[in-house]
């Protein structure tokens, strides 16, 4: 079984800044791509960014700049570290992982629960 626990989240104010943590835990042979998703109220989820197992990035543009994904691959943790803050980054952020559970496995997907971001005066 495998589990992916997102934490950090909070009340923010604009201009301000959280980081974002995601563990992975249970049988867990290899961790391939990473990535933070979000999800606003009445909103479709959408990628904010990813993480190959090499560290090779990618940037939803609206974060581009501002926010920063990182990956411990020994601890099988991943990072966002966001910045400059706005009122349109609060969401709902999810962590995802590609993972084998066994050498012989597929890749399958996993989510974690979500953490929720707001951005407030």
């Known amino acids: 079984q495998v589990q992916l626990v997102e934490s950090g989240g909070g009340l923010v104010q604009p201009g301000g800044s959280l980081r974002l943590s995601c563990a992975a835990s249970?049988?867990?042979?290899?961790?391939?791509?990473m990535g933070w998703y979000r999800q606003a109220p009445g909103k479709q989820r959408e990628l904010v960014a990813t993480?190959?197992?090499?560290?090779?990035?990618n940037y939803a543009d609206s974060v581009k700049g501002r926010f920063t994904i990182s990956r411990d691959n020994a601890k099988n943790r991943m990072y966002l570290q966001m910045n400059t803050l706005n009122p349109e980054d609060t969401a709902v952020y999810y962590c995802?992982?590609?993972?084998?559970?066994?050498?012989?496995?597929?890749?399958?997907?996993?989510w974690g629960q979500g953490t929720q971001v707001t951005v407030s005066s």
């Open positions: 249970g049988t867990i042979f290899n961790i391939n791509d």
């Open positions: 993480i190959t197992r090499g560290g090779s990035t």
């Open positions: 995802n992982a590609q993972l084998q559970t066994s050498r012989w496995s597929f890749t399958q997907t996993y």
